[in-house]
């Protein structure tokens, strides 16, 4: 073996560069070629389309306000759903977590027979304490005892909506109070009260998650887990309360929901989890972990919104919604596999 | 116990006194019936890279754990800075500056530099802000830029995440956050076993001029040429001891491997290349 040092022939220096300000063009084409850009756009165009097209009914103060109120509790899920796919999870049981957050918070509320202030207050403490326990399961199951994240939220999903059943004897509960239909239909200066207590979750979210230490440590879980724990996070401790917040939001969602429809909806939420992936991904958080954002999964939400609302107005079959989502989702998860190749052959 | 400041640049070009920043003494480390270590002394002194050489199986993983608080020691002593200590978890380590660079890249690709430079150890506002875990961004960033201008590390961009950078640029990002962290000692396992050559030869000049800055740099190693390129002093083990410890003039790759595979000790049969 030869102990011959070669010299290099192509020294390239370290150059004493002094770091450029975060330069602001650069800053700005890169947020231009994200996805919730890329996204946006095709929000507004879909919007404009369906503006000129139908002027009259689908610009309408009452659609747009229709709109609103159809994505508001999908909207709740899908932010607890983006913290979890940003951590590098998966939460499947969101749909049933609801109904049975909602079976419990109404069956409280039947119970007490009232129509206070206290009966709203009890219903949603309920409904919320239902919720952020199946959470706290889930997140228990998956950050403890290691079970996958998909098999966990799966049985969960049966599971909640089993004891749902169980608790109603398979029959809707009907008896809301009045005080939550209020809030279920009314407005404060037009716009619907679930409107406005979603627009201040998905505020709070996105800010909690984009400029605090516990958002910042959701993206360094969900990027190098390993990492994150050799860097003193308490890894398991923040898996366990993103499940914790994903199924309390799910309690939320729940009584929203009630509010509006004044029934527990057993059967209305199967689809709901699949929904939420569907905005979340959409919305350009990666089904890896590590990257994402609240903007982009209000876009993601919305997107499927306006193209069911806008294809039911201008008389097309609703149906075609589903195909063309279902399309754009593989789309999306394409460009997000494509840019991750490019990326990471360095 | 909180052990002195650790020297200053000033004081790193002296030749190391009597006194190594971390020394160990007679650690013995069992796993079950595998004794892994069988009383091994190591010293590692400020301002020096130490190396720390042995055949697969000589009990160098198994030592660096137990100097940086990942395992705990059967038997034996950790001194830092001549007074005794315990670790009894990686954190404790870090918190009396000890810090690992692991072989792995130990970074989050998504996040940016500076956000992987003060991971798990983010800054926040100050005041009322800061109470609600508010990140100070713009100070982790400036801070960050001067760590990587001082180590003369240039990325190509601080504000994109990591995943844009090459495998060399992403070590070195690594290695800037031990050395912003440690004050004392920095392990470094294999830093250039991901590596191309160019990236090898960046982080071995930035292994050098981490010494300069008067912490005590321990690199594990595979790679003879790389140990002889920068180290001062090489500690080799063998079968869980030390058996020798050389200043690093003169000597070739033949005796590291001679030293490692104890064809030094007259009869050894087994000569393995390294």
Not at chain 2, 132 to 151: I, K, P, V, Y
Not at chain 2, 219 to 239: G, K, Q, W
Request: net charge neutral.
């Amino acid at each position: 073996m030869s102990q011959t040092i070669v010299a290099p022939t192509a020294e390239d220096p370290v150059p004493t560069t002094v770091q450029p300000p975060p330069n602001l063009s650069r800053r700005l084409r890169a947020g231009m070629t994200s996805s919730p850009a890329y996204m946006g756009v095709i929000l507004v165009v879909l919007f404009l389309f369906f503006t000129i097209m139908r002027p009259d009914t689908f610009a309408s103060l009452f659609n747009l306000r229709n709109i609103f109120l159809d994505a508001a509790t999908l909207m709740i899920l899908a932010t607890g759903m983006t913290y979890v796919m940003i951590a590098g999870g998966f939460d499947l049981s969101i749909g049933s977590v609801l109904v049975f957050a909602g079976v419990c918070g109404a069956k409280t509320m039947e119970a007490m027979g009232t129509n206070t202030v206290f009966t709203l207050v009890a219903g949603l403490a309920v409904s919320l304490l239902a919720g952020g326990a199946w959470g706290l399961f889930n997140g228990f199951c998956i950050s403890r005892l290691r079970v996958s994240a998909l098999i966990t939220t799966l049985g969960s999903m049966g599971a909640a909506l089993g004891m749902a059943y169980l608790v109603t004897g398979g029959n809707d509960v009907r008896t809301v109070p009045k005080m939550l239909m209020t809030i279920g239909h009314g407005t404060v200066f037009g716009v619907p009260w679930l409107v406005v207590i979603t627009t201040v979750v998905a505020i709070v979210a996105g800010v909690v998650l984009h400029m605090t230490k516990f958002g910042r440590h959701t993206f360094l879980v969900g990027s190098n887990p390993e990492a994150a724990r050799r860097a003193g996070i308490n890894v398991q401790r923040h898996v366990l309360l993103l499940y914790g917040l994903s199924g309390l939001l799910a309690g939320l969602a729940a009584m929203l929901s009630l509010g509006r429809f004044s029934t527990t909806t057993l059967e209305g939420h199967g689809t709901d989890p699949l929904e939420a992936v569907t905005a979340v991904v959409l919305g350009g958080t990666s089904l890896y972990g590590g990257s994402g954002s609240i903007i982009g999964t209000v876009v993601g939400v919305f997107i499927p919104a306006v193209l069911a609302n806008g294809f039911i107005i201008m008389g097309v079959q609703p149906f075609w919604q589903m195909v063309v989502i279902g399309f754009v989702v593989i789309a999306a998860v394409y460009v997000d596999q494509l840019k991750r190749q490019s990326r990471d052959r360095v | 116990m909180q052990p002195p400041p650790a020297d200053t640049a000033s004081s790193a070009s002296v030749a190391p006194g009597p006194v190594a920043v971390l020394e160990a003494r007679g650690i013995v480390k069992r796993f079950g019936h595998v004794e892994a270590l069988r009383g091994v002394d190591f010293e590692a002194h400020a301002g020096e890279v130490t190396a720390l050489i042995g055949d697969n199986g000589a009990g160098k993983s198994t030592l660096v754990k137990i100097l940086s608080g990942v395992y705990q020691a059967t038997a034996g002593n950790i001194l830092l800075d001549g007074c005794n200590v315990t670790f009894n978890s990686p954190s404790d380590a870090h918190a009396l500056g000890i810090e690992t660079v692991y072989q792995d890249l130990s970074v989050a690709p998504d996040l940016t530099p500076s956000a992987n430079m003060f991971m798990g150890r983010e800054l926040v506002l100050p005041g009322l802000l800061g109470k609600f875990g508010f990140l100070d961004n713009a100070r982790m960033r400036r801070e960050s830029a001067e760590a990587f201008q001082r180590l003369k590390v240039s990325l190509k961009d601080i504000d994109m995440p990591i995943a844009s950078l090459s495998g060399g640029q992403r070590q070195s990002v690594a290695i800037c956050r031990s050395i912003m962290w440690a004050k004392q000692v920095v392990f470094m396992d294999e830093p250039t076993a991901a590596l191309g050559v160019v990236q090898t030869r960046r982080t071995l000049e930035l292994v050098r001029r981490i010494c300069d800055t008067g912490v005590a740099v321990v690199l594990i190693s595979h790679n003879m040429r790389d140990v002889l390129e920068v180290a001062d002093t090489i500690e080799v083990l063998r079968l869980g001891r030390r058996i020798a410890r050389l200043r690093n003039n003169n000597i070739s790759i033949q005796d590291l491997v001679g030293a490692m595979t104890g064809a030094l000790d007259s009869t050894a049969d087994e000569q393995v290349t390294a």
